[in-house]
């Protein structure tokens, strides 16, 4: 399938795709909308600009029913791996299957002007970090992390290492949160409405497959060269540990409980001269399961089945009191 999206570098200029499943961008990338630009005011110039940090990414309305989709350009040269398997997960048995938390594929699309890029197209709803809102209960940060490890261990159990799991990718839906990461409707005319986790119960979803990589089971335990994302603080990716190959799995582990400790349990963490003095009393609950998902040698962490096990026993002694506690730290930022 190939559409009629143009490029000026990595960025999106086109209007709108010209077949059936033609799919309109947003206003501002219309020609006639740069010429009653300067008649908004302040804050909606800001919406305007506030779209997504990356240029490769896009939001777009399908036509023919009005599906909000999101655009995402993919350089196979770069990333040779990233259709392949978010291709997988969306093609049955896997697609539908309750514990699979990929974000499926709508389309597939081939940029015209370049054959190195193609064009994801993820189904609804667009999504946005799933840090926001604030997790208002810790009854709000069980189920979204039982979401998350739930979907990780889907992935493993098919053999993918997803081998950057932070925060940016993993999301919840839109429709619960502010539009383009301000307070503003998408129309600039109102403020977005926002309701709490509790009120919609969210599905959470993992994104961006550049990195991951999928698995002969055969051929026995993998053994990958690092590749140092945005969390570098494995231990067997520091000192000389980045020029020896090393498992993928456990890594993931170590992933997803340094975002766990970093962004709720402990608060500022590693800043902290004292842990202390920046746990969030509520969630030391999690403290031990931390510790075993984030310990310096990868042969003794948990498995994502483990984690789960043992995430479900401690959680399951909580009383209603407890889960009703503030789930995140509030500082001034948030």
């Known amino acids: ?35 009653r630009y300067h008649l908004l005011n302040e804050t909606e110039q800001e919406e305007c600009e506030a779209c997504y940090f990356r240029r490769t990414i896009m939001d777009a309305v399908r036509i023919s029913d009005g599906t909000k989709v999101t655009l995402k350009s993919v350089s196979r040269s770069l990333h040779p791996h990233e259709l392949e398997i978010a291709k997988l997960f969306s093609s049955p048995p896997h697609l539908g299957h309750p514990r699979n938390h990929c974000i499926p594929l709508l389309d597939l699309l081939q940029d015209p002007a370049d054959p190195d890029k193609q064009i994801i197209v993820t189904v609804m709803p667009q999504l946005v970090s799933f840090k926001r809102p604030l997790l208002e209960t810790v009854g709000e940060l069980i189920a979204c992390w039982r979401q998350i490890f739930e979907g990780l261990q889907y992935m493993h159990e098919n053999v993918v290492a997803h081998r950057h799991v932070l925060s940016l990718q993993l999301n919840i839906p839109r429709p619960s949160i502010p539009t383009a990461s301000t307070w503003m409707g998408p129309s600039f005319k109102h403020f977005a409405r926002h309701i709490t986790r509790t009120e919609c119960w969210p599905r ?91 310990q310096e040698d990868p042969a003794l962490r948990p498995t994502i089945g483990e984690v789960i096990e043992q995430f479900a026993e401690i959680t399951c002694k909580l009383g209603s009191w407890h889960i009703r506690r503030p789930g995140q730290r509030f500082h001034l930022y948030d």
Request: hydrophobic share 35%; proline share 10%; with cysteine.
């Open 204 to 294: 959470h979803y993992i994104i961006d497959f550049g990195l991951s990589r999928r698995y002969d089971p055969a051929q026995g335990p993998p053994m990958e060269d690092v590749i140092r994302g945005g969390d570098k603080s494995p231990p067997e990716h520091l000192g000389d540990g980045h020029e020896i190959p090393c498992i993928p799995f456990p890594t993931d582990i170590y992933f997803l409980g340094n975002l766990l400790k970093r962004h709720f349990v402990y608060k500022a963490f590693p800043l902290a001269t004292h842990d202390r003095l920046w746990l969030h009393g509520p969630l030391s609950f999690l403290k031990p399961l931390l510790e075993d998902m984030t």
């Open 1 to 35: 399938m190939s559409g009629h999206l143009r490029y000026t570098g990595s960025t999106f200029e086109s209007f709108s795709f010209v077949k059936a499943t033609a799919r309109r961008l947003r206003p501002e990338f219309d020609p006639d909308f740069v010429k």
